[in-house]
């Protein structure tokens, strides 16, 4: 019932950057070497590249490991890396430059652009599709085997999809869905008669002089690509194991491209200078649910824009884009900093410690008075064990004003389900509460709640929470169950008083 993954992500983030808090200093010859290969080591890496662009230009390369585990063939700079969803970023830009020469505006609806889509998809906003926040079926069945809901049939589960439910009310929550880029691809298509890759090719990677991507096209493992690096997944104990997946041509906008860290640094280069899009702020602006807040993958990423993760606080704000957990670009427009990581591992999160990689480069990033702005959970939580839960939104809303921080309140949850645990019920009730304020459709949020409320034996409450959930989802075999458990209690108790 409860997913811990952003919780997983967030502890993680918060140990690697207080382990690794000695090497934030500024640049010298070899502590960034030393400094990733360190990374490498603890995160069992296999192989990675690095690029840093300070002031427009390239400051710092740097190649390290392994490309092939099995032929033992390191990195260099010609070492072309799978970068998975960060390809979201190119079509983002894409979608932006149609924008731009007329042809749509990112606000539209996109029944107005494809009316052949099911009508009810019709009021669903371009933004929306980029952010995922339309509550789209999904057309992937695992993320993991990257295969789509008809067994390695594209078309067919295409079809499938259009016939399925939303997952849940459009906008009112971030929920990771390649179906919206599928639509975006299709939106592409439509104003660009040759189709997305040779777009993408055309008007983004040869003005950029980005030939190696250029060269390694849309197709990720599926074709042999000269100097192309193999992912990995780590095992455990020193054993790796190979990592292979197909994205079919309407999946194409949402992963598939190859590129080095060299080309990458090119091309937040022209982005940034306006080469590409005359609007970077809109390209960059996170997607607003309905409740007027943000969401994206943690606390961290904590926005996500079109194609583009936002990550919003008080100091050293930044965007990046990521792909497979393996992958991540980084800029810090304030600072005009931009990071380039690429590594073969899948599940390696670069996103965990391109901070520290920045820090050798922007002067003061990691003062202690910056701190709460880069750890918002650990201070919400400090400024609550302060104050008290009694008034719990004044205290998250100073918690968000002081670190500049939209907090993720599914991250929120899973710390009420911590002090559920150690039998604070009464503060996780706070916590669910004020997480169901915001978003009372989050079946989530309402299951915590209402086992709260069990643990409290106040079974009346516990009933009208699941019954909630089956209002939502009628399917729930989980509210079902409980319901049931409850009703079996209540009788129980019935009986013993007779």
């Known amino acids: 019932m409860k997913n811990n993954n952003k919780g997983r992500l967030l502890a993680s983030i918060c140990a690697t950057m207080s382990l690794l808090a000695s090497f934030s200093m500024w640049a010298k010859p070899d502590s960034v070497d030393e400094f990733v290969q360190e990374v490498m080591q603890q995160k069992h890496i296999p192989g990675l590249q690095l690029a840093v662009v300070k002031g427009g230009k390239v400051v710092k390369k740097g190649n390290y490991g392994y490309a092939d585990l099995q032929h033992k063939v390191p990195v260099q700079d010609a070492t072309l890396f799978p970068i998975n969803s960060m390809t979201k970023a190119f079509t983002g830009v894409a979608i932006m430059q149609l924008a731009e020469q007329g042809h749509l505006n990112v606000n539209d609806e996109i029944g107005k652009h494809l009316p052949e889509l099911p009508e009810r998809w019709h009021t669903l906003k371009i933004t929306q599709l980029m952010g995922h926040t339309t509550g789209l079926p999904r057309i992937l069945s695992s993320t993991v085997n990257v295969d789509t809901i008809v067994h390695r049939d594209a078309e067919a589960s295409w079809q499938e999809v259009q016939k399925r439910d939303f997952l849940f009310t459009p906008n009112s929550r971030f929920s990771y869905n390649q179906t919206g880029y599928v639509i975006l691809g299709k939106l592409i298509d439509k104003y660009v008669p040759e189709g997305f890759p040779a777009y993408i090719t055309k008007q983004q990677l040869k003005p950029t002089g980005m030939v190696q991507t250029a060269d390694a096209g849309f197709d990720y493992l599926e074709r042999m690509v000269p100097n192309q690096a193999r992912q990995y997944l780590y095992l455990g104990n020193g054993e790796y194991q190979n990592f292979y997946g197909e ?22 280069v022209a982005l940034e200078q306006g080469e590409l899009v005359q609007d970077i702020d809109t390209l960059w602006q996170p997607v607003r649910l309905n409740n007027g807040r943000t969401e994206g993958f943690s606390n961290l990423e904590n926005g ?28 810090y427009p304030d600072d005009d900093v931009s990071i380039v990581v690429l590594t073969n591992l899948i599940g390696s999160l670069p996103i965990e410690f391109v901070d520290d990689i920045a820090a050798f480069y922007i002067p003061d990033f990691n003062d202690p008075s910056k701190r709460l702005a880069f750890e918002p959970g650990a201070y919400l939580l400090k400024l609550t064990e302060k104050q008290g839960f009694d008034d719990f939104a004044s205290t998250f809303a100073q918690a968000q004003a002081d670190t500049g921080v939209m907090i993720d309140l599914e991250i929120l949850v899973e710390w009420g389900n911590k002090l559920l645990e150690k039998n604070r019920v009464m503060d996780a009730i706070a916590v669910f509460k004020f997480a169901i304020s915001q978003n009372d459709e989050q079946t989530y949020y309402l299951s915590s709640l209402a086992e709260a409320y069990e643990v409290l034996e106040q079974f009346k409450e516990a009933k009208s929470y699941y019954q909630r959930i089956l209002d939502i989802n009628p399917h729930s075999k989980s509210a079902k169950a409980r319901l049931s458990a409850i009703e079996e209690k209540l009788a129980m108790k019935q009986t013993a008083t007779l």
């Open 304 to 331: 996500y824009a079109l194609g583009f993760q936002v990550i919003q606080r008080k100091y050293h704000r930044a965007v990046s884009a990521s792909g497979g957990n393996a992958v991540t670009l980084i800029t």
């Open 247 to 268: 994205f079919p041509y309407m999946l194409r906008t949402a992963a598939g491209m190859s590129t080095t860290a060299s080309e990458l640094a090119k091309y937040i």
